[in-house]
C-alpha cells in the first residue's frame, strides 16, 4: 500500500513515488490499475507472466530500493 511518507517533489515540483520519476510514477498507477482490473494471474499462479506484471514490478522495487535509504536518513534522533 502506498503511503504519503512514499512521495517526494522532483526538481520540477512534482510529487512522485520516491526514486522514479514523474512519467514513471504515472506509469505505476496506470500498470497498478489494469493490474487490480484484470485480476490475478492465470491458473492462480502467483509468478509475473503478463509484461505489465513484470512492468509494474520493476518500477515497485526501484522505488522500494530507494525509499528504504531515503526514510533512514529522514528520521531524527530525540
Known sequence: ????????????GNRVLIGLSSEETAEFFRL?????????PP????EWYRPEDRRWL???EKHESARR???KSSKTMH
Open 1 to 12: 500500500m502506498i503511503k504519503d511518507d512514499d512521495y517526494e517533489l522532483d526538481s520540477s
Open 58 to 60: 520493476e518500477l515497485y
Open 43 to 46: 491458473g492462480g499462479n502467483e
Open 32 to 40: 497498478d490499475e489494469i493490474i487490480a482490473k484484470s485480476g490475478p
Open 69 to 71: 535509504p531515503f526514510l
